[in-house]
Structure formats: structure tokens, C-alpha cells
């Protein structure tokens, strides 16, 4: 009986022409008569489809399709091939097939149709090959007819090779959870470590990358992994980068100069998050962490000053000038007084800070504004502000980024820290 999940797929040649019986069909026919196929397609050329027809005509008994080569000359292009037999397969995944229940027999055709379908085959998964061999060849190198004998081999270490790429070019493009995705089952065999190492990767950026710093921290010393490969240097973290985590992975400390150099520090990843959101066209998420990076840089330098807008003891002559203003502060249900960004920048001016101005009047970001929406950027409006706008979000972050760089010295040595070296964008 067929197996309804298998198909048998094969490239069909000349043969040799006074002994198309032996030298052809015969082999042809060992390969469809080793295995149980619910569908067997047949891939010949223009030249060679007479061949094929004559097969299926003669075993009807099987389930023979034929889907020969556009052209005449196909044969002799690659790329020809390689687009029809990539086809060919993907119309048999479509129907249903799993790439586990294929087989593609690549032994009869030209080169180039050989090579065609194991790329295709490598392209698609399908992980079982096979060739038509024999122990007995003739005096020229040439099979004796009658003893040729199918050979499966299974391309699965390729097959590993190509996803433990894909797994890679997705760290670099910063798609940190699909690469986990590709790596969290790690084969056996020699290239399980590889890819145990690439699913590291993916972690310990991943959790970077979404503020997860101890998860991040715990997966920088890669205990339990084994020794690692030479291309791990590509994504290993430097000595700046495990030491800027390292700042961010405690919990915020008591005196006020540490919260206020923390702080500074998590404004740094703040805006390499939002440079990365830019690379990937998330710019509603770049306008977000921009506005976060101001308000926490007026948060850190009133900080510096003794003051934490979180519980706020404010100075008692800018509260009596709020007071006067009809906007009195007032201390939320746990009996601390808060103060949101625009605040905190007044209260910068009302002691004199010469950053104060540039806190308050957010213009000078650009023609996107920076203000928030019903006092939360991060409460969405009715459509986005940032859509087909990418070029003026790239202005705006640089403007925040030039503005935190020029705020204090060492801002450029901690957003640099900040970055993933390994980077494609």
C-alpha cells in the first residue's frame, strides 16, 4: 500500500539510446519499485520526456506525474532547472507532503539537473537523497546494466548547516527570537554545539534587548556550554559591553549621585534600543524610547541635585509659584508627590539648569513632535504619527542622540557601550 505522506521524485535522462531498457527505465523502475510512494513526479527535460512518458505508460499501476523542463535547453542551465524543480517541490509541500516523506533521486539527467534538484531539495528540507549506484562498472567507468541498486543518504548535517546560517544572519539583523526559535532543539552530532552556541547568542542579546539586564547578566558567563567555537567571537560581548550590563542588572541604589549615574547609564541603552527599533521600521517604538530618554535625562540631573521626581520634596518657593499658578502639587494615594517630564524640566529652570530650556521645548527634535498623549506617549492615537515618516524619525533620534551625547562627557564612551557591535545594519 502507498504511504500517504511519501513522494518520490526523480530527474529523468537519456540513457543510452540502443539500450533505453537497461541503461534507463530499469533503473528508473528499481527506484519507484524501493519504497511505498503516494505520488511520484518525474523531471525530465524537452529532449528527454519522451522517456518519461514511456515509463509512466508502462507501470500505470503507479502514481506518475510528469512536469517536464519549460525549454529545450533547460538542461544545460542551472538556474533553469533549479527554478523548476524548486517549483515542483513546493507544489508538493503545498499539497501536503512533509519534507521528512520526500525523496529526491538525482541519478539520471545532466549535471546540471543533478545539481539543481539537490539544491532545491537542500532549499525545502527534503532530507533524503538517492542515487542509483552499483558495486560492478564497465571498462569506460560506466554501470553494468542490471546491477544497479538505490542509495538513500540523508543531507540532515546540511540541512542543520543552512538553519544554523539562517539562525546567525537573524542575530545580526537583531531578530533575536526568531534565531531562539531556529536553535531551541539542538541536534545531535557534532554541529549540536553550534547551534547551542547560536541559541546563546540569540538569549543573551535577546534579553538585552527587551530590558531584561539580569536575565542578560546571568547568560554572559555561558556556564554549561562547551568549549566555545571560533566564530562565537563574532557575537561575544566586549569587556565595555559586560561592564555597562553589569551597571544595569542591580537594583536602583539608595543615594541619590548612583541612582542619577544609573540612570544616565540606562539612558544610554534607551536610545541604542530605539537606534535598532529605527534599523528594523518600528519607528512608533523609536518616537516612545526618545521621549523617555528626555524625560529621563531631566529625571537624573534633577537627581544629581538631591531631588527624586519619584518623591519629590520639592523646594518650597517654586511649590508656592505652582500653588499661585492654580496647579498645586499634590501627593498620589501612597503620599508621594510625582512629577511627569514637563514638570521636571520646570523645576530644572526654577534652579537654574542650563539644560532646563531644551527639557521644556521639545521642538528642536523636529517636525515629528515629542509630546505626549494624554499624558502618556505610550497611550496610541487613532493612527500613527511616525508611518511613511522614517527619514524625520531618523532626524529626530539623531537630534536626541546628539543632545545625550553633548550633555556630559561621558555619554559617547556609554552609548557606544550601549551598541551590538555585531550589528548587519
Given at each position: 500500500?502507498p504511504?500517504?505522506?511519501?513522494?518520490l521524485?526523480?530527474?529523468?535522462?537519456?540513457?543510452?539510446a540502443?539500450?533505453?531498457?537497461?541503461t534507463l527505465?530499469?533503473?528508473?523502475?528499481?527506484?519507484?519499485e524501493?519504497?511505498?510512494?503516494?505520488?511520484?513526479?518525474?523531471l525530465?527535460?524537452?529532449q528527454?520526456?519522451?522517456?518519461?512518458?514511456a515509463?509512466?505508460?508502462?507501470?500505470?499501476q503507479?502514481?506518475i506525474?510528469?512536469?517536464?523542463?519549460?525549454?529545450?535547453?533547460?538542461?544545460e542551465?542551472?538556474?533553469?532547472?533549479?527554478?523548476?524543480?524548486e517549483?515542483?517541490?513546493a507544489?508538493?509541500?503545498?499539497?501536503?507532503?512533509?519534507p521528512?516523506?520526500?525523496?529526491?533521486?538525482f541519478?539520471?539527467?545532466?549535471?546540471?539537473?543533478?545539481?539543481?534538484?539537490v539544491l532545491?531539495?537542500?532549499?525545502?528540507?527534503i532530507?533524503?537523497?538517492?542515487?542509483i549506484?552499483?558495486?560492478?562498472?564497465?571498462?569506460?567507468?560506466?554501470?553494468?546494466?542490471?546491477?544497479?541498486?538505490?542509495?538513500d543518504?540523508s543531507i540532515?548535517r546540511?540541512?542543520?548547516?543552512?538553519?544554523?546560517?539562517?539562525?546567525?544572519?537573524?542575530i545580526?539583523?537583531g531578530?533575536f527570537?526568531?534565531a531562539?526559535?531556529?536553535?531551541?532543539?539542538?541536534?545531535?552530532?557534532?554541529l549540536?554545539?553550534?547551534?547551542?552556541?547560536a541559541?546563546?547568542?540569540?538569549?543573551?542579546?535577546?534579553c538585552w534587548?527587551?530590558?531584561?539586564?539580569r536575565a542578560?547578566?546571568s547568560?554572559?558567563e555561558?556556564?554549561g556550554?562547551p568549549?566555545?567555537?571560533?566564530?562565537i567571537k563574532?557575537f561575544?560581548?566586549?569587556?565595555?559591553n559586560?561592564?555597562?550590563?553589569?551597571r544595569?542588572?542591580p537594583?536602583?541604589p539608595e543615594?541619590?549621585?548612583q541612582r542619577?549615574?544609573v540612570?544616565?547609564?540606562?539612558?544610554?541603552d534607551i536610545?541604542?534600543?530605539?537606534r535598532?527599533r529605527?534599523?528594523?521600521?518600528?519607528?512608533?517604538?523609536?518616537?516612545?524610547?526618545?521621549?523617555r530618554?528626555l524625560?529621563?535625562?531631566?529625571q537624573y540631573?534633577?537627581?544629581?541635585?538631591?531631588?527624586?521626581?519619584?518623591?519629590?520634596r520639592p523646594?518650597?518657593?517654586?511649590?508656592?509659584?505652582l500653588?499661585?499658578?492654580?496647579s498645586?502639587?499634590?501627593?498620589?494615594?501612597?503620599?508621594?508627590?510625582?512629577?511627569a517630564?514637563?514638570?521636571?524640566a520646570?523645576?530644572?529652570?526654577?534652579?537654574?539648569d542650563?539644560?532646563?530650556?531644551?527639557?521644556?521645548?521639545l521642538?528642536w527634535?523636529?517636525?515629528?513632535?515629542l509630546t505626549?498623549?494624554?499624558?502618556?506617549?505610550?497611550i496610541?492615537?487613532?493612527?500613527s504619527?511616525t508611518?511613511?515618516r522614517?527619514?524625520?524619525?531618523?532626524?529626530?533620534?539623531?537630534?536626541?542622540?546628539?543632545f545625550?551625547?553633548?550633555e556630559n562627557?561621558?555619554n559617547?564612551?556609554?552609548?557606544g557601550?550601549?551598541?551590538?557591535p555585531?550589528l548587519?545594519?
Amino acid at each position: 500500500m502507498p504511504d500517504d505522506n511519501r513522494a518520490l521524485v526523480l530527474t529523468v535522462g537519456t540513457g543510452t539510446a540502443d539500450q533505453l531498457e537497461e541503461t534507463l527505465l530499469t533503473p528508473l523502475r528499481k527506484s519507484i519499485e524501493k519504497g511505498q510512494w503516494a505520488k511520484i513526479v518525474l523531471l525530465p527535460s524537452k529532449q528527454t520526456e519522451g522517456n518519461a512518458f514511456a515509463l509512466r505508460d508502462a507501470h500505470a499501476q503507479y502514481p506518475i506525474e510528469v512536469r517536464s523542463l519549460r525549454r529545450v535547453g533547460d538542461e544545460e542551465d542551472v538556474d533553469a532547472c533549479f527554478e523548476h524543480f524548486e517549483r515542483q517541490l513546493a507544489v508538493l509541500l503545498e499539497a501536503g507532503y512533509a519534507p521528512a516523506g520526500v525523496t529526491a533521486d538525482f541519478t539520471r539527467g545532466t549535471k546540471a539537473m543533478s545539481a539543481a534538484l539537490v539544491l532545491a531539495s537542500i532549499v525545502h528540507g527534503i532530507r533524503t537523497l538517492r542515487y542509483i549506484t552499483s558495486p560492478r562498472r564497465d571498462s569506460r567507468g560506466m554501470v553494468v546494466p542490471g546491477t544497479e541498486a538505490p542509495s538513500d543518504f540523508s543531507i540532515a548535517r546540511i540541512i542543520v548547516r543552512r538553519e544554523l546560517e539562517r539562525a546567525l544572519q537573524l542575530i545580526r539583523a537583531g531578530q533575536f527570537a526568531a534565531a531562539e526559535r531556529i536553535c531551541s532543539i539542538p541536534p545531535a552530532g557534532p554541529l549540536g554545539n553550534d547551534v547551542r552556541w547560536a541559541n546563546w547568542a540569540a538569549q543573551f542579546w535577546g534579553c538585552w534587548d527587551r530590558f531584561e539586564y539580569r536575565a542578560a547578566e546571568s547568560l554572559s558567563e555561558a556556564s554549561g556550554l562547551p568549549r566555545r567555537p571560533a566564530w562565537i567571537k563574532e557575537f561575544w560581548p566586549s569587556d565595555g559591553n559586560l561592564k555597562f550590563l553589569r551597571r544595569l542588572g542591580p537594583k536602583l541604589p539608595e543615594p541619590m549621585e548612583q541612582r542619577a549615574a544609573v540612570c544616565r547609564i540606562l539612558a544610554a541603552d534607551i536610545l541604542a534600543n530605539a537606534r535598532r527599533r529605527l534599523a528594523d521600521g518600528q519607528t512608533e517604538e523609536v518616537l516612545v524610547r526618545a521621549y523617555r530618554v528626555l524625560e529621563l535625562v531631566g529625571q537624573y540631573r534633577l537627581l544629581g541635585r538631591g531631588l527624586d521626581s519619584g518623591d519629590l520634596r520639592p523646594p518650597k518657593e517654586w511649590e508656592k509659584e505652582l500653588a499661585a499658578e492654580g496647579s498645586p502639587l499634590r501627593p498620589n494615594k501612597d503620599g508621594k508627590i510625582e512629577i511627569a517630564r514637563k514638570l521636571g524640566a520646570r523645576l530644572l529652570e526654577h534652579l537654574g539648569d542650563p539644560l532646563a530650556g531644551s527639557l521644556l521645548d521639545l521642538n528642536w527634535v523636529g517636525e515629528i513632535s515629542l509630546t505626549a498623549r494624554n499624558k502618556s506617549i505610550l497611550i496610541h492615537g487613532f493612527s500613527s504619527r511616525t508611518g511613511g515618516r522614517k527619514d524625520k524619525v531618523e532626524i529626530l533620534l539623531s537630534r536626541v542622540e546628539t543632545f545625550y551625547c553633548e550633555e556630559n562627557p561621558g555619554n559617547p564612551a556609554r552609548l557606544g557601550a550601549a551598541r551590538f557591535p555585531f550589528l548587519s545594519s
